[in-house]
């Protein structure tokens, strides 16, 4: 479950008796009332899903070593970006089945293999498929026009060191900084500028923007 009203169920096959085995999952979107068509996407089971907004998530699976010491045991994770729809495979590294994965936050997520393994991933934004161009692309500022504080809303809390400068209408700087934030908002405090036209500029990696922003009592 990722909140009251959007649902991801994950399952499949357990038997490992034959070569008809699959994982898939189905999605509700309006609290269980309904379901999307299942959508079969891996080779084997799916027994753990967790996801840390409403649109990323991760689940995990694949074949067991018990069944008459099999020898094509692997463990599996698949990561989405649509809220459960699709899966993509990610390389997890581990071969034995993973039975569950607990994610923390969008920089870290533990995954439990079935021989007592734990593994500890650390899961940056560039393997989740974002692309630090679109995040920025996706910050908006508020309220505009301002009075003593600007918000910064981030589409996604950030793993890595957001870089803002501020400029005034002469090409002043009027203040730096570089923030590591967990959180989607980020509140400038603007007391002591002066009333009018200010250009915050922000930096992710190598992508830039900037937006204009005016102050006014």
């Known amino acids: ?34 379901w999307s068509t299942p959508n079969q996407f891996a080779p084997h089971d799916i027994v753990g899903v967790d996801f840390y907004n409403n649109q990323i998530g991760y689940c995990v699976g694949g074949i067991n070593s018990v069944w008459f010491f099999n020898p094509n045991a692997v463990g599996s994770l698949w990561q989405t970006s649509d809220g459960g729809y699709n899966w993509t495979l990610v390389d997890s590294s581990y071969s034995d089945l993973l039975s569950d994965i607990q994610v923390v936050n969008d920089s870290l997520a533990f995954a439990v293999g079935f021989d007592g393994t734990i593994l500890k991933n650390a899961i940056h934004y560039t393997s989740l498929g974002l692309n630090p161009n679109d995040i920025i692309q996706n910050i908006s500022i508020f309220p505009n026009p301002f009075n003593s504080n600007l918000t910064i809303q981030l589409p996604y809390s950030q793993p890595k060191a957001i870089e803002i400068n501020v400029f005034d209408i002469t090409g002043r700087v009027i203040t730096q900084e570089a923030l590591n934030s967990t959180n989607q908002k980020i509140v400038l405090n603007s007391e002591t500028w002066s009333d009018g036209v200010y250009f915050i500029q922000m930096k992710l990696s190598n992508s830039i923007i900037v937006k204009k922003a005016i102050k006014q009592k």
């Open 1 to 34: 479950m990722i909140d009251q009203n959007n649902i991801v169920i994950v399952g499949g096959t357990d038997t490992q008796l034959t070569s008809i085995e699959y994982g898939k999952s189905t999605v509700s979107n309006d609290g269980g009332l309904t």
